[in-house]
């Protein structure tokens, strides 16, 4: 844990440190605090511990990060070649330089940035994913709040980029996972909270609801939610229960510590069904969200599936209660979008999913793909986009799903300047498209 003293506005977490940017290097908390500080930046750091080898067939690696990456064969490569959700077998891993926790350094300065609801998620994948948490309304996705990165593409080049350096790069780097490159740096813009108590509190609602018209219910709740304050974020998790019936859990976050704003949307949040049991507490946002430091070793069976859908309405509801009825499905996910997440026009990142106004997904046994299919049909037919980072099928349909159209065409172009041979070729990534006669 890092202390205020460390840290001030500026802080750490993620890739090797080091090297020139446009204007300034940045080569120590002292460095960045001097250059992005006064401005409320965040910088996000990472550094291994022993040296690697390059590995065979690849580019040199850069030698800045040299100490900062494991190759298979060194002892502690079995400690690092999974994700909470897969063993894998990569190449090679950059290592975070620090296991520091964002929430927490940024807590005594009544900052937050943007992120997921888990504390043991990288900052890597998940702000070059997506990053779509409690704060989504107000504050948009973890990406939106990149100011800066410092990428390392497959050719072995380090390049900070931004909106005038490389944008086009710096706009894939921001939604489209990995196929950009390897994020090694970030420079993040974190927001205020402007709490009374000064130290990011937030208002949190926890609801046990006893649903016995799903459809009605999720209508409501999208009603609900999309006229609500961006203050306000809300998550469900529904459970079939028999006979009909389901008992829906919801996360309500207001981003901040004003009761006296929260409580009638809190308060009419308690109409929407059945009620079982309610809490709401003023809390620390780094008390929401919750870091174990678990190993990743792959421990995780359960498949996720998710869709974005555009409307949170009775079809969206019969669709969630007809994969609940299936045999793979162990949960339902509903997640609120729009507020910030919607300002961003569509062509301004790579995370296509703007319009769209409530993530849908499962928790599907793994039972096997035409099983896990079969669940997930009802609301793969509603789905308009999909969050890849949130989800376990990686293939090729999904990759169009996440990336449809304009902006699949511009990651693909980025992709073949950058990463031709498609070397970054981890969780989802858009299939190369075949070289036709002619072209
Ligand atoms: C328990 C759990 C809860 C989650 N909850 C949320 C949530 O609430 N909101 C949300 O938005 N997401 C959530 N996620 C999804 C999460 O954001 C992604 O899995 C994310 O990719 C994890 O980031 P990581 O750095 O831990 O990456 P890893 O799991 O180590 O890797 C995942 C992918 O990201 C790539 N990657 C990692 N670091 C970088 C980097 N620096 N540059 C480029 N690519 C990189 C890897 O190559 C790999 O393809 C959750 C995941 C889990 C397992």
Request: proline share 5%; net charge negative.
């Amino acid at each position: 844990m890092i202390t205020a003293d460390e840290v001030g506005f500026v802080s750490a977490a993620y890739a090797a440190a080091g090297s020139a940017s446009g204007e300034a290097t940045l080569r120590d908390h002292e460095d960045v605090t001097r250059e992005l500080g006064a401005a409320g930046f965040q910088i996000v750091s990472t550094r291994g511990e022993d040296t690697a080898r390059v590995p065979a067939g690849c580019p040199e690696l850069p030698s800045e990060l040299r100490d900062a990456v494991v190759v298979p064969g060194e002892s502690r490569y079995q400690r690092v070649r999974s994700s909470y959700m897969a063993v894998g077998h990569p190449t090679a891993v950059v290592m975070a330089r620090t296991e520091n926790d964002v929430a927490a350094a940024l807590a005594p300065h009544d900052f937050v940035l943007t992120s997921g609801n888990m504390g043991d998620t990288g900052v890597g994948g998940l702000a070059t994913a997506g990053g779509l948490g409690y704060f989504a309304r107000s504050q948009g996705m973890t990406l939106d709040r990149i100011e800066r990165v410092r990428v390392l593409t497959a050719d072995g080049q380090i390049r900070w980029v931004d909106a005038t350096t490389d944008p086009e790069l710096f706009w894939a780097v921001r939604g489209g996972a990995t196929q950009a490159g390897i994020a090694l740096d970030f420079v993040f813009r974190a927001q205020p909270l402007h709490t009374r108590a000064g130290n990011a509190s937030v208002v949190h609602q926890g609801i046990q609801y006893l649903v016995d018209d799903l459809p009605r219910f999720t209508r409501d709740w999208g009603d609900w939610i999309s006229q609500a304050p961006r203050e306000l974020e809300g998550f469900l998790m529904v459970q079939a229960m028999g006979g009909g019936r389901f008992a829906a859990r919801a996360t309500n976050v207001w981003a901040g510590d004003d009761t006296g704003a929260a409580t009638p949307t809190l308060r009419s949040a308690l109409d929407l069904a059945g009620v079982m049991e309610q809490n709401a507490q003023v809390v620390p946002y780094v008390h929401v969200v919750p870091t174990p430091r678990s190993p990743h070793l792959g421990q995780q069976r359960i498949h996720m599936r998710d869709v974005l859908v555009d409307h949170a309405n009775e079809e969206a509801g019969e669709a969630m209660a007809q994969a609940l009825a299936h045999e793979a499905t162990a949960v339902g996910e509903l997640r609120a979008l729009g507020g910030a997440v919607a300002d961003v026009a569509v062509e301004d990142t790579a995370w296509a999913g703007r319009s769209q106004e409530l993530l849908m997904g499962t928790w599907v046994h793994p039972v096997g793909l035409a099983s896990e299919d079969e669940s997930f049909a009802p609301l793969q037919a509603i789905g308009t986009g999909t969050y890849g980072a949130y989800s376990s099928d990686t293939r090729p349909a999904a990759a169009e799903l996440a990336w449809p159209g304009a902006t699949g065409e511009r990651l693909r172009a980025v992709s073949d300047r950058v990463d031709p041979e498609r070397r970054f070729d981890r969780g989802l990534v858009l299939p190369k498209l075949p070289v036709t006669a002619g072209a």
